[in-house]
DNA sequence: TTCTTCCTCCAAAACGTTTCGGATTGCTTT
DNA sequence: AAAGCAATCCGAAACGTTTTGGAGGAAGAA
């Protein structure tokens, strides 16, 4: 039915293991009986089988994809489809393979992270959207299992990571309203169990202090990386400290609740209020007026993941640690250019 | 290092017949040795290799998804990733794998679809985004790998597939702009490729027909799915033909292409030229104004088609077809409510 | 001649499972 | 006492590869 290497070998006439190595580009066979059997192995269709061959190498050339929450509603930021497209342009280059493992809670308690990995027999995984309170980022981070993560900085013999400068990232957006002029500035944060939020939230008081304004706690929110609960916060903010001219939100899908909010309350974007986002979504560039944000590339991030853990899984790894730039894409949510 | 199902064994007292048999819940193994052997393979952190079982059983538990063409660019409309959410969600819930094929133009000249299924050892395939015209379909198709396509209605022994009534979908598009009075209406189909193109295009006329509305051929033009080339034809028929009051587009992305033509020429929308899409995808109903359009629950789709699949590995698939249903989305591009 | 060396090739073990065809034991029937 | 049966277990083969450690010759060096 299906081709084997032993087929080869015997409409060829030699041992298996000839049929092996001519396959494999050994040197120990006559250049003759190479060209006869890939000859054979191509008349017969001849495909190797990769089960018996990770079988017996012990690596299957397959990396797993570990998102958490991956439900219909989470399609919306193509966060994670853009990193996943990343990953799969890489290794699709390298020639190996990725499964998605989608990890909702329920999943989780049934089986870890490294269980998973192992019983797929995955060489190495890639690890997105992970909240860095999760317990199993202990766990896989403590198994041996080569991985990479995304946006979380951890670093050890098996694991590296990628991410941005989410500190330069959130001071390009906020230098940004400091030269045009605004002075009360809000921020709208993500929760604390991103890496990011507490860069960003960084960046935004360096930023301030570069420019010797003052910062004030009570202008930061926690918009939970939700637009609904952005757009609430905004709106508290807003009724409380009118003074505030400018709000720059830790992702874009906060930016839309605050400008909701915004045009709530009869003001106008960016004349009353300036909006400046964080993530570049597709979205960004079609609200009304369109989003200033602060631009990073996810599918590099996705790429860079899936060649760092390649290279570490083959050894050829010279750091551990990739950080890419970001763009600040001024839109007209923070300046009208009229001409 | 790793524990085998032979370590239990050992530890056990038994044979590894024994243990593989007590793990997989056959019958003539004693409950107080199968107990026994439990306890230890949890004490082990044991985990099945998947490799190993899959050569013997001659079956991965691994589907493959090919997509056509996952590149930066194809982030923008979701269709995709909804897609790829659905199977992984039954995936998931059927403790199968999915591994993702991405096939670019240049890669498909080196390996086959076939080639690719049967080296990774999947059971079967989903196939999404491939043109009618790809000379691969047909070889997949008559492969004896089990396959479920995705809007394509091919059917046979070993293949199924999922789509929505795209004939009904379009003439509840064109019925509502009927409705609101609507007689001049233009169509910006996509290529001629696809399978829904050639359906639509279908369920346009027959709309026109039970309302007696002349069909007039040269208010069809072929946007070829792009947002650029709708733009450009709009803007042809929009002037060629002042007359139109509507356009019917066969993919939102068409339809953000149309409204960017209508406003250039200083038309508003809906009160000059209504606009109706057809996807439901995520910037639908952010654009200004919102796009009304046929919605598919591309997530379903994917489900669906996973499920299918599966079902036929299993050899417990009473059809092979599975028809969903759309549902209209009345936006403000068609009708404003003032109220 | 005898010893090396190089070029080709191969038999067999190994990877971790599942499964087929018994084997053993103790009990019940005849 | 012999035979039959159910319950429980196991040895060994099989899946399709890669790899180890050589074997067999031919050619060159001593």
Redesign the pocket.
């Given at each position: 039915m299906?081709t084997?290497?032993?087929d080869i070998a015997k409409a060829a006439?030699?041992?298996?293991?000839?049929v092996?190595?001519a396959?494999?580009g050994y040197s120990?066979?006559?250049?003759k009986?190479r060209q006869k059997i890939i000859e054979i192995a191509k008349q017969l269709n001849?495909s190797?089988?990769t089960l018996?061959?990770g079988?017996?190498?012990?690596k299957s050339k397959t990396i797993g994809l570990l998102v958490s929450g991956l439900t219909r509603e989470s399609a919306k930021d193509n966060f994670t489809f853009e990193i996943l497209s990343g990953v799969n342009q890489y290794v699709s280059e390298v020639d190996y393979d990725m499964v998605l493992f989608s990890t909702t809670s329920t999943k989780q308690r049934e089986k870890t992270y490294t269980q998973l990995c192992r019983e797929r027999r995955v060489d190495g995984a890639i690890l997105q959207g992970i909240r860095i309170d999760d317990p199993y980022l202990q766990e896989v981070v403590e198994s041996d299992i080569p991985c990479v993560l995304i946006d979380i900085p951890i670093e050890s013999e098996t694991v590296g990571y990628v991410t941005t400068d989410n500190v330069l990232g959130a001071k390009k957006a906020v230098r940004h309203l400091l030269a045009l002029g605004h002075r009360d500035i809000a921020m709208i944060n993500g929760y604390e169990y991103a890496f990011v939020s507490e860069q960003r939230l960084r960046g935004f008081c360096e930023a301030l202090l570069e420019a010797e304004v003052p910062f004030r706690e009570q202008l930061v929110a926690d918009g939970a990386f939700k637009e609904e609960k952005a757009e609430q916060e905004a709106l508290r903010l807003l009724t409380g400290y009118p003074e505030i001219t400018a709000f720059f939100c830790a992702s874009d899908l906060m930016a839309l609740g605050a400008m909701k909010a915004i045009k709530k309350l009869g003001k106008r974007i960016p004349e009353d209020v300036a909006v400046v986002g964080y993530d570049d979504i597709i979205l960004a560039s079609y609200t009304t007026p369109p989003l200033s944000t602060v631009a990073q590339n996810q599918f590099a991030m996705g790429y860079e993941a899936a060649k760092l853990l390649i290279e570490m899984l083959e050894g050829k790894a010279t750091s551990h640690i990739k950080v890419l730039e970001t763009e600040l894409k001024v839109r007209e949510s923070t300046f009208k250019n009229h001409e």
């Amino acid at each position: 039915m299906v081709t084997t290497i032993k087929d080869i070998a015997k409409a060829a006439g030699v041992s298996i293991t000839t049929v092996s190595r001519a396959l494999n580009g050994y040197s120990d066979v006559n250049e003759k009986t190479r060209q006869k059997i890939i000859e054979i192995a191509k008349q017969l269709n001849y495909s190797p089988n990769t089960l018996a061959r990770g079988l017996v190498m012990n690596k299957s050339k397959t990396i797993g994809l570990l998102v958490s929450g991956l439900t219909r509603e989470s399609a919306k930021d193509n966060f994670t489809f853009e990193i996943l497209s990343g990953v799969n342009q890489y290794v699709s280059e390298v020639d190996y393979d990725m499964v998605l493992f989608s990890t909702t809670s329920t999943k989780q308690r049934e089986k870890t992270y490294t269980q998973l990995c192992r019983e797929r027999r995955v060489d190495g995984a890639i690890l997105q959207g992970i909240r860095i309170d999760d317990p199993y980022l202990q766990e896989v981070v403590e198994s041996d299992i080569p991985c990479v993560l995304i946006d979380i900085p951890i670093e050890s013999e098996t694991v590296g990571y990628v991410t941005t400068d989410n500190v330069l990232g959130a001071k390009k957006a906020v230098r940004h309203l400091l030269a045009l002029g605004h002075r009360d500035i809000a921020m709208i944060n993500g929760y604390e169990y991103a890496f990011v939020s507490e860069q960003r939230l960084r960046g935004f008081c360096e930023a301030l202090l570069e420019a010797e304004v003052p910062f004030r706690e009570q202008l930061v929110a926690d918009g939970a990386f939700k637009e609904e609960k952005a757009e609430q916060e905004a709106l508290r903010l807003l009724t409380g400290y009118p003074e505030i001219t400018a709000f720059f939100c830790a992702s874009d899908l906060m930016a839309l609740g605050a400008m909701k909010a915004i045009k709530k309350l009869g003001k106008r974007i960016p004349e009353d209020v300036a909006v400046v986002g964080y993530d570049d979504i597709i979205l960004a560039s079609y609200t009304t007026p369109p989003l200033s944000t602060v631009a990073q590339n996810q599918f590099a991030m996705g790429y860079e993941a899936a060649k760092l853990l390649i290279e570490m899984l083959e050894g050829k790894a010279t750091s551990h640690i990739k950080v890419l730039e970001t763009e600040l894409k001024v839109r007209e949510s923070t300046f009208k250019n009229h001409e």
